[in-house]
């Protein structure tokens, strides 16, 4: 896969995608999330990609939407954010969260606007001691977009959510991590490595099982227990019948580690 403005490198079940465009923190244009959907489309129909790693080049890992092109489209009258956001940035989420492997976001700078919904979107959060995140929609009179409003509130309950939706100030990765909004914070030197480790681990895990799980928690979501229950049971019903199951089981009885394919 080459692309203009992410890199991606696939390598024993990991693909790794590289926001690329430093000089601008990784601002998000129209090309950069065209070829971030692309990408994710790919990593879904592809058995070889087992887990995925989205990272930015540089000091940045994304503060949004670049607000260069904002400009352009403004020309001439209002941006249509609207049709926009439905075009660009909601099928991206969308293709995200639903991905049924694991996603892992490593942060290696800040993380503003719909980069930082980019950064949530993402299944498991490690970030650099030099991260920072910032709901900066308010502080150009916008409001959180690409799914913020959703993961925010989920991942941090509405109170702090609503102090960092209404200051749009930075929240440091310290603070990240006591607020519970990432999973764990390294060295900025020490957070490829240890993201690579987490991704190699995610990789080797029962994927088919993964797929599954993920979509039972946001199902869980919005339905009731009843209905959360019965999916359990399908979904109990469809991974039982898998490889991996297969596998779990005998690599248990015979004290041996799992080799999971996830099928
Ligand atoms: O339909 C739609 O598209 C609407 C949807 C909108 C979704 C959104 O994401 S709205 C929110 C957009 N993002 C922002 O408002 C954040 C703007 N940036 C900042 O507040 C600050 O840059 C940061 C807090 C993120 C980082 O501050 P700092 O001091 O570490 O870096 P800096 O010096 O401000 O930025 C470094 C460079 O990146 C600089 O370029 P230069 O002057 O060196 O050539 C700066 O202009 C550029 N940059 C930073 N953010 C953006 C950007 N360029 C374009 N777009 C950006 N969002």
Not at 126 to 155: C, E, H
Not at 174 to 182: K, R
Request: proline content about 3%.
């Amino acid at each position: 896969m080459s692309y203009q403005s992410i890199l991606c490198d696939q390598n024993e079940g990991v693909l790794k995608i590289t926001l690329n465009r430093p000089d601008k923190l990784n601002a998000l244009t129209d090309t950069m999330l065209q070829e971030l959907r692309d990408a994710f489309a790919t990593a879904a129909g592809d058995k070889a990609v087992r887990c995925v790693l989205l990272t930015g080049a540089g000091k940045g890992f994304c503060p949004g939407q670049d607000l260069g092109n904002v400009q352009e489209m403004s020309r001439g009258g209002k941006p249509h954010y609207g049709e926009h956001i439905r075009t660009n940035y909601n099928p991206l989420i969308l293709a995200m969260t639903r991905l049924p492997k694991p996603v892992i976001a490593a942060i290696n700078g800040v993380a503003a606007g719909a980069g930082m919904s980019l950064a949530m979107a993402c299944d498991v959060r490690i970030a650099s001691d030099k991260a920072s995140f910032l709901q900066a929609f308010i502080n150009i009179g916008l409001v959180p977009d690409s799914g913020s409003t959703w993961f925010l509130p989920r991942l941090i309950g509405r109170q702090r959510a609503l102090d960092l939706m209404l200051s749009g100030r930075k929240l440091s990765a310290a603070e990240a991590l006591d607020w519970g909004l990432v999973n764990q914070v390294v060295a900025a030197e020490q957070l490829m490595d240890e993201a690579m480790k987490l991704a190699a681990r995610y990789a080797g895990a029962p994927t088919f099982a993964i797929g599954h799980l993920k979509r039972n928690l946001d199902f869980s979501h919005v339905r009731s227990l009843e209905e959360t229950l019965e999916l359990e049971a399908k979904a109990q019903e469809d991974c039982g019948g898998s490889a991996d199951h297969e596998e779990g089981i005998q690599a248990c009885v015979k004290k041996r580690t799992a080799m999971y394919k996830g099928e």
